[in-house]
């Protein structure tokens, strides 16, 4: 089937929500015989549409595929810029190497990366990231903000907070966020965000947002050593999750709290931020280059920094891996 030909009948399926299209007006919207109609319906179902077909009514789609593909992602997208542009690969390496790679060629704003399986996937301090086929989602977004280069951390908790309202909006799952990048479902880590730059001394070229999502993993998919730590959207729900439509949720959660972000500047994002918090007014413990602390959150300051009460008076941790102490 021709690509065009394909995504104007996903598109009429999905806009038709459910109901009967006929064989009439899917010939004439595509522009073809009732006999390729049915040739290109019969090329769906091995795709993996499930498909009725009733006599004088037509055809109706029961349901996609678990897919996560450009198609599936594009229709239904109801966003200005994040995600208008979309780069799918079924296996990459990074999705973060690859909107580097194409964050330098001069991509727009809002590009993002998706794959079903990366082979490197990484979060902070280089530590692999599992990254399996057919259960999450891999994903990097380009962006372009006129910030200083010192404020590029709070794109990190902008996306913390962005993704955790996706996830409740889609799933109905309240999550929580860990600072600085991980989002967490009762106590086990389901999202990570990797934060990377490309600037000068003075200015932004972009920031490439990276976030691996568990969505549909059961235990027995995650390693060993992560089982004890992990989680997905499908385990916490209890329901299987439509990544492609979980993709778009966050495209436009994240686009509405970055034109927030650019009109307003970083307030309303610290606020939700620490609405979210799983780490706000807990003991912890910050292991950082300069050290290890011991203290209590006390929030997050204008730049995004962790500010923590220790014996020795306020610590301000820049970055650090973070335990929570028992209470």
Not at 35 to 46: C, F, G, N, Q, Y
Not at 98 to 118: F, S
Not at 144 to 158: A, D, F, G, S
């Amino acid at each position: 089937m021709q690509s065009n030909l394909r995504k104007k009948l996903i598109q009429l399926f999905t806009e038709a929500d459910g109901e009967f299209i006929s064989g009439q007006k899917i010939s004439e919207e595509l522009g073809c015989s009732r006999t390729a109609v049915w040739k290109h319906i019969e090329d769906l179902r091995k795709s993996g549409y499930e498909l009725e077909a009733v006599r004088k009514l037509g055809y109706k789609m029961i349901k996609k595929p678990d897919k996560i593909t450009e198609d599936e992602i594009r229709l239904g997208l109801k966003t200005k810029k994040m995600g208008q542009t979309i780069h799918f690969q079924d296996v990459v390496s990074s999705t973060q190497k690859i909107a580097h790679e194409l964050a330098n060629n001069g991509a727009p704003e809002g590009t993002i990366i998706v794959a079903d399986k990366q082979t490197e996937g990484r979060g902070r301090m280089a530590r692999a990231w599992h990254s399996p086929e057919g259960n999450g989602i891999w994903m990097s977004i380009i962006l372009r903000p006129e910030i200083p280069v010192q404020k590029t951390p709070q794109l990190t908790l902008l996306a913390a907070v962005a993704i955790v309202q996706a996830i409740e909006e889609q799933t109905g799952i309240a999550a929580e966020i860990k600072w600085p990048n991980d989002i967490l479902i009762n106590g086990k880590k389901v999202v990570g965000i990797l934060t990377e730059l490309q600037a000068e001394a003075d200015q932004v070229h972009s920031v490439i947002v990276g976030t691996g999502i568990n969505v549909n993993q059961l235990a027995a998919d995650f390693p060993e050593e992560l089982q004890e730590t992990a989680t997905s959207l499908r385990l916490a729900s209890g329901e299987k999750i439509d990544r492609a439509a979980l993709v778009q949720t966050i495209m436009s959660t994240f686009e509405k709290r970055y034109e927030d972000y650019l009109a307003y500047g970083f307030e309303p994002i610290k606020l939700l931020w620490e609405s979210y918090a799983l780490t706000l007014n807990r003991e912890l413990t910050a292991r950082t280059l300069n050290g290890t602390f011991h203290g209590k959150a006390l929030g997050i300051d204008e730049e995004g920094v962790l500010i923590l009460e220790t014996s020795d008076g306020i610590k301000k941790i820049y970055s650090a891996d973070i335990d929570i102490n028992p209470s």
